[in-house]
């Protein structure tokens, strides 16, 4: 299976950090906090995106309409994530959902 993988954001990551992306680069999450890290992997038929809250505080993010693959529940809009919470979300790509995630 062919896919590809965007990475934005991660553990240190600072305001200036962040002009750091490539001219033209989209989030993959819009204003995503400090401490937050989000991963994408893509491939034919879905999207996976990894959303790490790597510090012991509480962050909130707005996540794209999706399954939670660890939980089996929807997600959709400002979530919280507790301290070194981990979600996994599913995106099944039909028609136009390749772009729901920025990748």
């Known amino acids: 299976m062919e ?10 990551c600072t305001p200036h950090s962040r002009h750091r992306l490539r001219p033209g680069s989209i989030p993959l999450l819009p204003s995503l906090p400090h401490g937050v890290e989000v991963s994408l992997r893509e491939a034919a038929d879905r999207k ?5 809250n790597t510090t012991a ?17 929807a997600q959709s809009g400002m979530t919280v994530l507790s301290g070194y919470e981990v ?12 772009k729901t995630w920025r990748g």
């Open 3 to 12: 896919g590809c993988a965007s990475q934005i954001g991660g553990f240190g």
């Open 48 to 52: 996976l995106l990894f959303v790490l």
């Open 57 to 73: 505080e509480t962050k909130e993010v707005e996540l794209p309409s999706s399954t939670d693959l660890l939980t089996g529940k």
């Open 87 to 98: 979600l996994v979300l599913e995106q099944s790509i039909q028609g136009d959902a390749r």
